[in-house]
């Protein structure tokens, strides 16, 4: 059984840094894409980055692209997010998603190429 644990978020001022971790374990993290997605309150999903397996392609949403960095390091099965430049509309709900692949069958903003999800970790941008 996959299991994934998000960790890192707190609370950060805006134009801080927070970094996410995400560790896996039940599965053989090296050969899946994976991916954060975050839920504002009273707003729907969003997809923030991916990754391919091996790290050699990234995605990110718009909204955070060039102050968020996704990262793997599949000796520790752990997948990372740095975020720099925080923002308080950044203020969400993160989860760590696993891909049911090595990378993505149509899109890594579809829903239904993730099979498990963490319970997700807090981070709030306030002053």
């Known amino acids: 059984q996959a299991q994934l644990v998000e960790s890192g978020g707190g609370l950060a001022q805006p134009g801080g840094s927070l970094r996410l971790s995400c560790a896996a374990s039940g599965f053989t993290f090296s050969s899946y894409a994976m991916s954060w997605a975050r839920q504002a309150p009273g707003k729907g999903l969003e997809w923030v980055s991916g990754?391919?397996?091996?790290?050699?392609?990234?995605y990110y949403a718009d909204s955070v692209k060039g102050r968020f960095t996704i990262s793997r390091d599949n000796a520790k099965n752990t997948l990372y997010l740095q975020m720099n430049s925080l923002k308080p509309e950044d203020t969400a709900l993160y989860y760590c998603?696993?891909?049911?692949?090595?990378?993505?069958?149509?899109?890594?903003?579809?829903?239904?190429?993730?099979?498990?999800w963490g319970q997700g970790t807090q981070v709030t941008v306030s002053s």
């Open positions: 990754i391919y397996s091996d790290g050699s392609d990234t």
């Open positions: 998603a696993k891909g049911t692949g090595g990378g993505y069958g149509s899109s890594w903003t579809q829903a239904d190429e993730y099979d498990y």
